[in-house]
């Protein structure tokens, strides 16, 4: 087993510079004793020689090929052994766990000292590497970096011995030696001690020990830690897989898959009763501008909206083309999204008259308010339990919330003041929760969200601790079970579109607006095209409001001509043709790819004008629904 030790051994200012600094080694002498129980004693004499105000250091010692780290000492010649504790005197290290990593920090000089001078320092640091011996069928090997390529400067001379436990005849021990430089060496002398020495070792130069013996030396011994992070992570990263994706699937079938509809239709000639435009899409769980636009429509042709279209034109080249709603009359009872959609018009009584180009910088703030009187109409109505828009966002923060729970879960730790900081805000974030929000999570409704919410601040704190999964697994890189986790979090994204449940109620209403689509979709097929054309007035609305008014129009071009819509209004002038409509309403008949086109080109102004702004959610042509 490869048994990485990235040591990197670099002094750090801890106050501004006083002079220009500068460091390297004219010597590294490692000693290594393998224990009969596999673990490795480390001694290494680091010779620096400094220039500067150096204050203190670090080292890093990798965890990711070893089972831990135990009696970690460091001294320093003519000074004697440091103390662990804080750093706030000279003579004293502190180690800390941070991720994959062991860190021993140190002070070796006061800020105020005199910076240093061409002064060669040798610090001894010592430790015991647990878990260092890879077993095999025949050969037992050991693989020590012990020189550490992450420095900024360069090694002069290093060497390493490496003595093996008793019983090994030197010529069963097979060593080699990895490093870049070109004056190396490596041999086993008789009495079974392995050498190795490197002169000039650059900057990014190692120098890995690699040593096969025979096995039989060393017992075999499982290594939890090391199991874990080779080979548990990986099964920790499957069950988080595994069981999120169950934990939406099954949320799915108790909340977002619908009851059966208690019959099958294969298609509607007539929108169902009750059930105006605005409805009858919104019934699809997504209100936006189609069927805003249905309801605009469906008020025409109700007598109480006019839309005039006018073109005017320059020297017969250019055009500038303007589309103008009137409100003719007050019309009868009107429904809470119709209401909006008038006053977002600004057309508050009759007569009145408003450009659409006018609505860009209005109409924004009518779009969810039309949006919630739908939906609140289809809960009132017992088709849905709730509004589909509250549904899906829960459906959201679950997913996030989840994701969040198994990312902590796993999240190995890290021992410093940023955990304590964040144990902090954790706790802080608790009691403001249960303070302010107690009822709104423990009410049945937010039940659901509260719950992992609640379950991911207690793993933050217990993270914080080391007391989570990963801590006392002692995951030291998480990097799968993370992405699991990820992956979780974007199902339950991709589930939201689908967690608005209908009741039964609704199934048997969105059953009728499906076989209304599908007629209205493959009307050639279905139905007479004399017939829709006779009651275009009555089914485009629903045409618009269910994205299907593009293909609705194309099937009955070929009829030709088509009585003018009264609710609709062509003025062309400066052409040389003539002009369809006047202020009066529809007249006489056009050809239905004319109208279709005009429509169209309505259609089209209304939603780039109406969906410029916040909240806008694309044209009836934009947004095609599958009414299968």
């Not at 490596?186 to 130069?205: E, K, M, Y």
């Not at 076989?515 to 045409?543: F, I």
């Amino acid at each position: 087993m490869r048994r990485t030790l990235t040591a990197v051994v670099l002094l750090t200012l801890i106050s501004a510079p006083l002079a220009a600094r500068e460091l390297h080694w004219d010597h590294l002498k490692i000693d290594l004793v393998l224990t009969k129980a596999g673990d490795l004693h480390v001694t290494e004499h680091l010779g620096y020689v400094f220039n500067g105000a150096w204050n203190g250091g670090y080292r890093n010692l990798p965890l990711k090929w070893v089972e831990g780290y135990r009696n970690i000492t460091l001294a320093q010649d003519g000074f004697g052994p440091y103390t662990r504790g804080n750093l706030n005197a000279v003579g004293h290290y502190r180690v800390t766990t941070s991720g994959n990593t062991v860190l021993v920090k140190w002070r070796s000089r006061r800020p105020s000292d005199p910076p240093y001078h061409d002064a060669h320092v040798t610090f001894v640091f010592s430790y015991l590497a647990q878990g260092v011996v890879r077993s095999g069928s025949k050969l037992d090997t050991l693989r020590w970096n012990c020189v550490f390529p992450q420095r900024p400067s360069r090694i002069g001379f290093a060497e390493a011995t490496l003595r093996l436990p008793p019983g090994i005849s030197p010529d069963r021990i097979r060593a080699r030696l990895a490093t870049f430089s070109s004056s190396s060496h490596v041999w086993t002398d008789p009495q079974g001690i392995v050498h190795a020495t490197a002169q000039n070792l650059r900057p990014g130069d190692a120098m890995q020990l690699q040593v096969a013996f025979p096995t039989g030396i060393i017992p075999r011994s499982f290594h939890f830690k090391q199991w874990v992070n080779r080979v548990g992570v990986w099964w920790l990263g499957l069950v988080i897989l595994l069981g999120g994706a169950t934990l939406h699937v099954v949320r799915f079938i108790h909340h977002g898959h619908d009851p059966d509809a208690s019959f099958r239709i294969k298609y509607l000639t007539k929108p169902p009763e009750g059930v105006d435009p605005a409805l009858a899409g919104g019934l699809d769980s997504v209100v936006g501008l189609p069927e805003l636009l249905g309801t605009i429509l469906d008020l025409a042709r109700r007598g109480i909206l006019q839309i005039e279209q006018t073109t005017n034109r320059v020297l017969g080249i250019f055009k500038h083309q303007e589309i103008t709603i009137h409100r003719l009359t007050e019309g009868g009872p009107l429904t809470p999204w119709e209401r909006t959609v008038l006053n977002g018009l600004t057309l508050h009584g009759a007569p009145s008259s408003v450009n659409v180009s006018d609505l860009k910088a209005k109409f924004y703030t009518t779009i969810p308010k039309f949006k919630e009187d739908v939906s609140e109409a289809m809960v009132k109505a017992g088709w849905y339990a709730e509004s589909p828009n509250a549904a899906r966002g829960k459906q959201i923060a679950i997913s996030l919330l989840w994701g969040a729970v198994f990312v902590l879960a796993v999240l190995p730790r890290i021992e410093s003041g940023a955990g304590i900081l964040i144990l902090a805000v954790d706790l802080a974030l608790l009691l403001l929760t249960l303070a302010i929000g107690k009822k709104k999570l423990m009410s049945k409704s937010a039940r659901p969200a509260s719950i992992p919410f609640l379950t991911a601040l207690v793993l933050l704190a217990l993270w914080a601790v080391g007391l989570n999964i990963g801590g006392i697994l002692g995951l030291r890189s998480a990097i799968v079970p993370i992405v699991a986790a990820v992956a979780v979090t974007v199902l339950g994204l991709i589930f939201s579109p689908f967690m608005p449940r209908r009741t039964p109620a609704g199934a048997e209403i969105y059953e009728k607006v499906r076989a209304l689509g599908r007629y209205l979709k493959h009307l050639h097929v279905l139905g007479s095209l004399e017939e829709a054309r006779d009651r275009l007035d009555e089914l485009l609305p629903y045409a618009v409001a269910l994205g299907l008014d593009r293909s609705f129009l194309a099937q009955m071009e070929p009829l030709g001509e088509v009585p003018m819509p009264h609710w609709y209004v062509v003025q062309d002038t400066g052409s040389s043709g003539p002009s369809w409509g006047s202020s009066g309403g529809g007249m006489g008949t056009v050809s239905l790819e004319s109208l279709s086109n005009s429509l169209s080109s309505t259609l089209s102004s209304l939603s780039s004008s109406l969906s410029s702004t916040p909240g806008g959610s694309g044209g009836g042509q934009a947004r095609q629904r599958r009414r299968e």
